[in-house]
């Protein structure tokens, strides 16, 4: 059962473009969302986040969209660029205070930027 | 200077063996989980512990425990591997709505 959907595996665009990576989420409870990017071999890194009381989060190159009413968000890159290439993971929680709920996470989408 | 190490980074071993995976954070965090990606590339929680307080998901075999020495450390402790086993684990701790991740490390049973 999942409730966090990354529907595409993969997405390849040129450098320079935009890059839109897409998530649902079947859980109403969920309050907190997250975009997390992670190369081969390392650890997830936290990229971007927005709370439910909000529809727009932009920082820098990245913004992240929630459209609480269709349960879904969205991770725009814009420019694109090739150090952008990496696995894109949505995650969600409905614990924003840190306590020991997790984040439950998407499968991950594989953003490949071409030069 | 790293904020959440796990070692080893890399780890082969036999079917039915015990093994450890440690993790230590310095973040001054009071949250800490072990989660695993397994082939599919899921990234799934197995554990969470904050305050003494131990979660566990239910779907996370009896063979696998983590144990917190001190509020910067979790690690994990799994016995009898079995070959289902074999997966990326990784450690993370939480600051509010953040979670930082270690490197993972790779565990192969062979």
């Known amino acids: 059962d999942q409730q966090v959907k990354q529907n595409s595996p993969s997405l390849s665009v040129q450098e320079g473009r935009i890059s839109i990576l897409n998530c649902d989420y079947t859980n109403s409870m969920f309050d907190y969302f997250l975009w997390y990017k992670k190369y081969p071999a390392e650890g997830p890194t936290f990229l971007i986040s927005i709370s439910s009381i909000k529809d727009k989060n932009e920082d820098g190159r990245f913004t992240v969209f929630l459209n609480k009413s269709a349960k879904h968000l969205s991770l725009h890159i814009v420019p694109s660029q090739p150090g952008d290439s990496a696995v894109y993971f949505c995650?969600?929680?409905?614990?924003?205070?840190?306590?020991?709920?997790?984040?439950?996470f998407g499968k991950g989408t594989h953003l490949i930027i071409q030069p | 200077d790293t904020a959440v190490s796990q070692t080893p980074k890399y780890l082969v071993t036999q079917m039915g063996n015990d093994k450890s995976i440690k993790c230590e954070q310095n973040l001054g965090h009071d949250t800490m989980y072990w989660y695993k990606q397994d082939s599919k590339k899921f990234l799934k929680i197995m554990f969470s512990?904050?305050?003494?307080?131990?979660?566990i998901n239910e779907t996370v075999p009896n063979r696998f425990s983590p144990k917190s020495p001190d509020k910067a450390h979790l690690n994990l402790h799994i016995n009898s591997l079995e070959l289902g086993d074999s997966a990326v684990y990784f450690c993370a701790s939480r600051h509010r709505a953040e979670a930082f991740f270690g490197q993972g490390t790779r565990l192969t049973v062979v």
């Open positions: 995650a969600a929680t409905s614990d924003s205070g840190g306590g020991a709920d997790g984040l439950t």
């Open positions: 512990y904050n305050n003494k307080e131990l979660i």
